[in-house]
C-alpha cells in the first residue's frame, strides 16, 4: 500500500460544478499535508497548506481529518483554469521528505 | 519573492556525455531538493541538501551526482545516463525552521531527453 493515494480520476465537470479530492495518509506520524497543484509540463505550485482542523481560500476549501488519516480539498465554483493535476503531499516532522500522491486530474468542461 | 530558477529549461544529451543542471534561489532557504518526474507519475525526491550538506540520497544511481556550492545554488552533474533517465527534473527550496511544516517552493524544472 502506497504511504499517499489519491484517486487518479480523471474528474471531469462543467463549469460552476464543486467538485471534492480525497486523499488518504498511512503514517499516523504524518505531521504537514499540503495541496499542490500542477499544470500540464509545469512545476508544481502550491495551492493551500493544511496544518489544523483545515482551512479555506476563496474558492478552495482543504480538512484534515487526523483520526481517520484523510485531507480533502473542495472545489467550488469549478473555472475552466482550474483543469490541472492537483497533488497531496504529506510530510513527518523533523524530517526533509515529502511524501507526493499519484495526483488526481480534474478536467473543467465548458 | 517565491521563485526558483531552473537551467536550462530543455536538454538533450547522449549517453556518453556530460552535462550539469543548475538550480538557483534566493529566499534565503537552507533545504533544496532534486526531484524527478516522468510522465503522469508523481515527483520523486533524488537529493535533499541541508546547510550545504547532503542530508538524503535516495539511493540515486551514481551517473547523478548533486553538488551544493552554495546556499543559494544546487547543481546536479550528469554523466553517462540512460534513455530512462529522460524526465523532468525539478529542484525545490524550503525553509528549515520546522522540518516537515515548511512550504516547498519548486523552480520550473529541466525537460532531459537521453538518446
Known amino acids: 500500500r502506497k504511504e499517499v493515494e489519491q484517486d487518479p480520476g480523471p474528474f471531469n465537470v462543467p463549469e460552476g460544478a464543486t467538485v471534492a479530492f480525497n486523499c488518504t495518509y498511512s503514517n499516523s506520524a504524518s505531521q504537514s499535508f499540503f495541496w499542490y497543484r500542477q499544470d500540464c509540463r509545469k512545476e508544481p505550485k502550491l495551492l493551500m497548506s493544511?496544518?489544523?482542523s483545515g482551512n479555506e481560500d476563496g474558492r478552495f476549501t482543504a480538512q484534515l481529518n487526523r483520526a481517520s488519516q484523510y485531507i480533502s480539498l473542495l472545489i467550488r465554483d469549478s473555472k475552466l483554469s482550474d483543469s490541472a493535476t492537483y497533488l497531496c503531499?504529506?510530510?513527518?516532522?523533523?524530517?526533509?521528505?515529502?511524501?507526493f500522491g499519484t495526483g488526481t486530474r480534474l478536467k473543467v468542461l465548458a | 519573492d517565491t521563485e526558483v530558477t531552473q537551467t536550462p529549461k530543455h536538454l538533450v544529451m547522449g549517453m556518453t556525455n556530460k552535462k550539469s543542471l543548475k538550480c538557483e534561489q534566493h529566499?534565503?532557504?537552507?533545504?533544496m531538493y532534486w526531484y524527478k518526474q516522468k510522465a503522469k507519475k508523481p515527483p520523486e525526491l533524488m537529493f535533499v541538501y541541508s546547510y550545504e550538506k547532503l542530508s538524503i540520497n535516495e539511493s540515486v544511481p551514481s551517473r547523478f551526482s548533486p553538488e551544493c556550492p552554495n546556499s543559494s545554488l544546487l547543481n546536479l552533474h550528469l554523466h553517462a545516463l540512460q534513455p530512462e533517465d529522460s524526465a523532468l527534473y525539478l529542484c525545490a527550496s524550503s525553509q528549515v525552521a520546522e522540518l516537515g511544516q515548511e512550504t516547498q517552493y519548486f523552480g520550473p524544472g529541466t525537460r532531459l531527453l537521453v538518446l
Open positions: 529566499m534565503g532557504h537552507r533545504a
Open positions: 503531499v504529506v510530510s513527518r516532522r523533523g524530517t526533509y521528505k515529502y511524501i
Open positions: 493544511v496544518y489544523s
